[in-house]
């Protein structure tokens, strides 16, 4: 299953906190920036297990990304490769080619394997790359879930955007102050197993081939719906927010610290860099980025919006549980 693992699996007194990472190699660097982060702010006494799940990852992102292993925190490579699972949900991306299918890349979905490839965790995080922890990811993990499936924070571009605020009320069925973002994840992947989590959404993919506007958020929202515990804010603050509590911070807008100026939090974002192999790469890809991509992205942005828009407008929800 892994091609490369890196740290000794060390059987530790102290139990592992596993955090998990999607990436292709576009992503690489920005991943970098994230474990970066993570271990900066860990706890020496405290172990982490950092398994990135990829499609795509070249000898040159692999060698960058496995020094960055330190003596409390290992990091783990894992390729996923084809399953029927998988295959239904590439084939469904293959189709997504219009204007506001943005989210149209299956790595996007390979959050929802997590609790069937990895059997001997029973709770565990999901993060994205375009994030920076400012906090010790292990006081996220103790968060007791109680009784429910996973522990995420209320999406708050969908309360801020009407168009987005009635697609989730009528095209999922969802309140919009329930909806949150799937960027940040605390797993219960015990519970995650008990409802079959991924053949569930793959049925549903089957059954309604929905075009929806941020697929594998839509799905967990849908799914979890009323088991989801609504976390602190400051587990996935975003620019434009409040950032002096933040004990993570996500670019989640489509501004990127690392292709424009004036992002808020940028610093937090270059200090975690300088500790990468990449800082001088992304210091020199952030000069090449240009108007015409910020405009290109200005429209994308447009086009979801408008696909919410449209979509909120049916009658009926467009998928339902299952
Ligand atoms: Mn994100």
């Known amino acids: 299953m ?6 000794k ?12 990472l999607t990436i292709s190699d576009d992503y690489a660097p920005y991943a970098a920036c994230t474990i970066a982060s993570l271990i900066k702010h860990s706890n020496t006494k405290k172990h982490y297990r950092v398994v990135i799940l990829y499609d795509k990852l070249s000898f040159r992102n692999y060698f960058r990304l496995r020094n960055l292993v330190t003596k409390n925190c290992e990091i783990q490579f894992h390729k996923i490769t084809h399953s029927l699972y998988l295959r239904t949900i590439v084939n469904h991306c293959a189709k997504k080619t ?16 997590i609790a069937r490839l990895y059997p001997m965790y029973n709770k565990a995080i999901y993060i994205d790359s375009d994030t920076i922890l400012c906090d010790d990811i292990a006081n996220l993990y103790d968060i007791d879930l109680g009784d429910n ?8 571009k969908v309360e801020n955007v009407p168009e987005f605020r009635h697609y989730v009320e009528n095209a999922l069925g969802v309140p919009y102050n329930e909806y949150v973002n799937s960027g940040v994840l605390l797993i219960d992947l015990k519970k995650m197993r008990k409802i079959r989590y991924l053949s569930r959404m793959v049925n549903m993919i089957n059954t309604f081939d929905a075009n929806l506007v941020a697929p594998d958020q839509d799905y967990l929202n849908v ?9 602190s804010d400051a587990w996935n603050a975003q620019p434009n927010g409040d950032l002096k509590k933040a004990k993570l911070v996500h670019y989640n807008l489509f501004k990127k610290p690392w292709q424009c100026d004036g992002v808020e939090g940028e610093d937090l974002f270059w200090d975690a860099a300088e500790k990468t192999g990449y800082y001088n790469d992304l210091l020199e890809s952030k000069k090449m980025h240009s108007v015409k991509e910020t405009r290109i992205k200005e429209a994308q942005v447009a086009a979801l919006i408008k696909k919410a828009d449209e979509l909120s407008k049916l009658k009926e929800p467009i998928i339902k549980n299952l």
């Open 98 to 113: 219009g204007a506001g299918d943005f989210f149209s890349s299956a790595v996007y979905y390979y959050r929802s394997f």
């Open 149 to 156: 499936i996973v522990g995420a924070v209320v999406d708050k």
């Open 9 to 20: 699996s060390l059987i530790h007194k102290n139990r592992v906190i596993p955090v998990f």
């Open 223 to 231: 799914i979890c719906r009323g088991k989801i515990l609504h976390l």
């Open 2 to 7: 892994s091609i490369f693992n890196t740290g």
